[in-house]
């Protein structure tokens, strides 16, 4: 009997977890495809794409009643979970890391589940990496945001009534969002400079065109998984010593420094907010963790004697479309994974598979 996979329309969010033509490639596998009605209507794809791609469009209920395996970028709050029927299996970002007490929600309510955001950071995985594909997204869109929240220039300007110096840009944390958020900025003609404690980003700073900020004495993981690692109380004095000096002398700073399942590092302190330029912008991609400025509110803009701050940990559902388009892809390449002849197929003994699986 072929798996049934249903999407689930995501609330407060305009993104969908798969679209049309990975549905179509879904159903060429030998499953079906149930889909909540206008799910991927925000995003821009009607009911109609889907059914044209093979899906059935129903009403909630329906999909959570019928579907083997249900689909989401978020997982539905607790209490519409506490009623899903025994067995459900549940493809989603849990972020157990964070919830400790969701695996044993989910057991408690014999949900199974695979959690997205504990895909391995390999080579392997890449193809599959929702966390990497939306933090792309999202450094860009934090470039976008500091350029319409700033009230300069990002590139030098040479008019007849004068001539604009370039804004200057610190990014801190180059790893996908950070060197997505260097390469915009140099685009919009921005000064750039970028601190990371990770020895491996300095070359690829410098490729895009940005200043590596160096702090000598980091300790480096290259088994972290793309996340920074805890630093010495030493390092730490002279990390904050130097980041305070050009956070001080910039125009827009952008922070995306998290350690995976612990508080972001706070790198800015409001004392050095408080010295910035008027007019100045911290765009806080750390926020949803505790953030990276210490005077950040998570999905909030605030403005603290005359710097705004705007922290906000999910930028990429700003841009529903491609994020859906990509999130669709990591999705469906995991999900061909779960698939032998059209029937659920569970092989633990892959990697993968293995660690995204929290509950059975």
């Known amino acids: 009997m072929s798996v049934t996979f249903g999407i689930l329309a995501e609330h407060n969010d305009k993104r969908v977890a798969l679209v ?22 925000n995003a821009g794809f009607s009911d109609e794409m889907y059914q044209q791609a093979g899906a059935t469009c129903i009403a909630e209920a329906e999909v959570i009643a019928k579907a083997d395996i249900l689909l989401s970028i ?23 890391y964070f919830d400790k007490e969701v695996v044993s929600f989910l057991q408690a309510h014999k949900l199974q589940a695979f959690s997205l955001d504990m895909i391995p950071r390999s080579t392997l995985a890449q193809r599959m990496d929702v966390l990497s594909s939306m933090a792309s997204i999202a450094g860009y869109q934090a470039v976008l945001a500091a350029a319409q929240l700033l009230p300069r220039f990002f590139p030098m300007m040479i008019t007849a009534a004068g001539s604009i110096k370039p804004a200057k840009v610190l ?14 900025a140099k685009r919009l ?8 404690v990770r020895a491996a980003a300095k070359e690829e700073v410098q490729s895009l065109g940005a200043r590596f900020v160096e ?31 050009h956070a001080r002398q910039a125009d827009v700073v952008i922070t995306t420094a998290q350690i995976r399942g612990r508080k972001a590092p706070v790198l800015v302190e409001a004392e050095t907010v408080g010295q910035m330029r008027p007019g100045s912008v911290i765009i806080d991609l750390a926020a949803s963790t505790g953030g990276n400025c210490a005077l950040t509110q998570d999905e909030k803009t605030i403005v603290h004697e005359g710097v705004t701050i705007l922290g906000h940990s999910d930028l990429a559902k700003e841009m529903p479309q491609n ?20 029937e659920l197929f569970i092989d633990e003994n892959n990697e993968i598979v293995s660690s995204t699986l929290i509950t059975k």
């Not at 049309?20 to 209507?41: F, M, R």
Request: glycine content about 12%; proline content about 4%; hydrophobic content about 45%.
């Open 171 to 184: 990014i801190i944390g180059a790893g996908v969002a950070g060197l997505q958020a260097i390469a915009t």
């Open 215 to 245: 702090v000598a004495g980091a300790q480096d993981d290259a088994d972290a998984g793309g996340y920074a690692v805890e630093q010495t109380e030493e390092f730490k004095k002279k990390q904050a010593a130097l980041i305070q000096e």
């Open 74 to 96: 978020y997982p539905p709050v607790r209490e519409r979970l506490a009623g899903f029927p025994a067995g459900k299996i549940l493809v989603s970002q849990f972020r157990p």
């Open 20 to 41: 049309p033509k990975n549905v179509e490639k879904l159903v060429g596998l030998g499953a079906k495809v149930l889909t909540e009605n206008a799910a991927g209507q």
């Open 323 to 342: 994020a859906s388009e990509l999130f669709s892809n990591n999705l469906f390449n995991l999900l061909e994974l779960l698939i032998k002849e059209g």
């Open 189 to 196: 003609g921005a000064i750039v400079e970028a601190f990371d």
